[in-house]
C-alpha cells in the first residue's frame, strides 16, 4: 500500500511540476545574468553602460505563486529625459509575487493606484495613467509632482481631476516611451519605440536608438508582454478579433472615448493649455458589444497564443496610428484580485526554472525583420519585429562566404546597427539567426 501510495504522490508531484513549466506567469519572462544595460544623456550620441544586469535574474515557483527577481533594467538604451528629470533607471532588487492562478473580483473592483501595477516580462515596472499631478480647485492650479505645490490631503488624496502622464509628459519618455521615478524606470504605455508607430509624436528616436521591448507587427498575435498586480497577462496591441481565438488578426481597442464637453466641474476650462485628454477624467467608458473591443478595465476574457482554453487578458491599447490609447494599459481599476505583488523576502519553498532546459517552441516567424537602408553607405540597421526571446545573430558576408562584421540583438531588444563606413563597395549577404531558424538578404554598399 505504501508503494501505491508514494507513486501516486509522485505522479502527483510531476504533473504539478509539468503544469508549472508551462505557466506563462513563469516561462514567459526574458532572464539574464550576463549582459548588462547602457543609457543615453542628452547631448551624447554613445550609450553609456550602467553596470546593471538587464531582463530578470532569476524565476521560481511554488504550487501557487512565480516569483520574479529582477533589478528592473530593461534590455533596450534608456534616456535621454528631456524634461529636466534628473534621475536615471536604478536597481529595483526586486521580488515579484505573481499569481499562478488568478481569480475575478467578484466585488466592487479596485482601483488603480500611483506607482507600480504590474510588471513587464524584462522587469520593468507598469505604471498607470497618471503622473501624481491633479487640479486644487481651491487655487484654481495644478498640484502635486515636481514643481507644483502639494496636493490638499497629501499624494493620495482624490481629486477630482487627475493629469495623464502620456499626453502631459510626452517629452520626458525615452524612445521607447519610458522613464524613470526616482530611479524605478517604468512605462505607462505601449513599451514600443515612437518611431515606429505610424504617425510619429515625438522626434525623441531621431536622435537615439529605435528600441524597445517588441515592436508591433500588425500580422501576428501581439507578444504576452507582461502581468497585472492582479495576475492577469497584458498583451500588446493586436490579437484574434473574436474571444474564440477566430477572425484574423486585429487591433484590440480601447472603449473608453473623449467627453464632449468645453467645461469641467471643480476643474479648468477646455483650453489649448488644458486640452480634452489632458486629465483622466476627460474620458467616458462606452459599452461596445463588437468583440476586439475592451470592457472598463481594459481588457476580455479570450483564446491567446499562451493561454489555448482562454484567459482574462489586458491589452496595451494603441489608435489607429498605434499611437498610445487611454487606458493604455491597465485600468482604471483591475478585473482580478489586487495584491501588492512586490515583496521582500520569499517565504515559501520553491523551483529554480531554468529556460535552458525548458521546451520552447521556435518557428521561422521569429525571425520576422526589415532591413534599412538598403543601399548603403555606412550603417546597416535590423528591426525586428514582435517580441525577441533569443539571442539573435546578425553576420555580414562578402560573396565568397567570408564573415566581414557581426553584431546581436538581445532578449527584449528590438534593433542592431552594423557599421561599415569601412567596408568595400559590392554586393554583400547578410545572416540573421537565432540558433534554430536562418534567414539572410542581400546588401548593397554603395557610395557617393
Keep these: ?75 533596450y538604451p534608456t534616456g535621454p529625459f528631456l524634461d529636466g528629470n534628473p534621475s536615471q533607471a536604478q536597481n529595483q532588487t526586486a521580488i515579484y509575487q505573481l499569481p499562478l492562478n488568478p481569480v475575478q473580483n467578484t466585488g466592487t473592483p479596485t482601483a488603480t493606484t500611483g506607482g507600480n501595477i504590474g510588471v ?71 513599451p514600443s519605440a515612437f518611431k515606429l508607430d505610424l ?11 529605435a528600441d524597445g521591448l517588441y515592436r508591433i507587427d500588425s500580422t501576428q498575435h501581439a507578444p504576452l508582454i507582461g502581468f497585472a498586480y492582479d495576475g492577469f497577462p497584458i498583451y500588446g496591441a493586436y490579437g484574434y478579433q473574436n474571444t ?5 488578426i486585429v487591433r484590440i481597442k480601447s472603449s473608453y472615448s473623449l467627453k464632449n464637453m468645453s467645461t469641467r466641474n471643480n476643474g479648468p476650462a477646455v483650453s489649448t493649455s488644458y486640452y480634452l485628454g489632458y486629465f483622466r477624467e476627460d474620458y467616458e467608458y462606452i459599452t ?43 485600468g482604471p481599476s483591475f478585473y482580478g484580485v489586487y495584491a501588492n505583488r512586490k515583496i521582500s523576502t520569499i517565504t515559501e519553498s520553491t523551483t529554480v526554472y531554468s529556460p535552458a532546459t525548458a521546451i520552447q517552441e521556435i518557428t521561422s516567424k521569429d525571425l520576422n525583420f526589415t532591413i534599412f537602408p538598403n543601399p ?19 553576420q555580414l558576408f562578402d560573396m565568397a562566404g567570408k564573415l566581414i562584421k557581426s553584431n546581436a540583438i538581445n532578449p527584449g531588444q528590438t534593433i542592431s546597427f552594423l557599421d561599415v563606413e569601412t567596408v568595400y563597395e559590392g554586393q554583400y549577404l547578410l545572416k540573421i539567426s537565432n540558433g534554430h531558424h536562418q534567414k539572410s538578404q542581400k546588401i548593397t554598399i554603395v557610395r557617393p
Design 1 to 75: 500500500m505504501k508503494k501505491i501510495l508514494s507513486i501516486v504522490c509522485l505522479v502527483w508531484m510531476l504533473c504539478q511540476h509539468l503544469t508549472a513549466q508551462t505557466n506563462p506567469a513563469i516561462t514567459a519572462f526574458l532572464q539574464n545574468n550576463t549582459i548588462t544595460g547602457t543609457y543615453y544623456l542628452n547631448g551624447n550620441s554613445n550609450a553609456i553602460g550602467n553596470n546593471l544586469p538587464v531582463n530578470c535574474q532569476q524565476v521560481e515557483y511554488s504550487a501557487t505563486y512565480a516569483y520574479i527577481s529582477t533589478a528592473g533594467i530593461p534590455a
Design 120 to 190: 513587464f516580462i524584462n522587469g520593468v515596472s507598469l505604471f498607470d495613467y497618471r503622473d501624481g499631478v491633479s487640479w486644487n480647485p481651491s487655487t484654481n492650479a495644478l498640484c502635486g509632482g515636481p514643481g507644483n505645490p502639494p496636493c490638499p490631503g497629501g499624494p493620495n488624496a482624490s481629486m477630482d481631476w487627475n493629469r495623464d502622464a502620456i499626453p502631459a509628459e510626452k517629452d520626458g519618455f525615452d524612445c521607447s516611451k519610458g522613464h524613470p521615478a526616482m530611479g524605478n524606470y517604468h512605462h505607462h504605455q505601449n
Design 199 to 209: 504617425t510619429v509624436i515625438s522626434s525623441i528616436c531621431n536622435l537615439y536608438d
Design 244 to 248: 474564440d481565438g477566430t477572425g484574423g
Design 288 to 330: 461596445n458589444s463588437n468583440p476586439d473591443y475592451l470592457d472598463q478595465h481594459n481588457g476580455r476574457f479570450c483564446i491567446t497564443p499562451e493561454y489555448p482554453q482562454g484567459t482574462y487578458a489586458y491589452f496595451c491599447t494603441v489608435d489607429d496610428q498605434w499611437n498610445s490609447a487611454y487606458p493604455y494599459a491597465v
Design 376 to 394: 548603403t553607405a555606412d550603417l546597416i540597421a535590423v528591426q525586428m519585429k514582435g517580441l525577441v526571446r533569443l539571442p539573435m545573430q546578425i
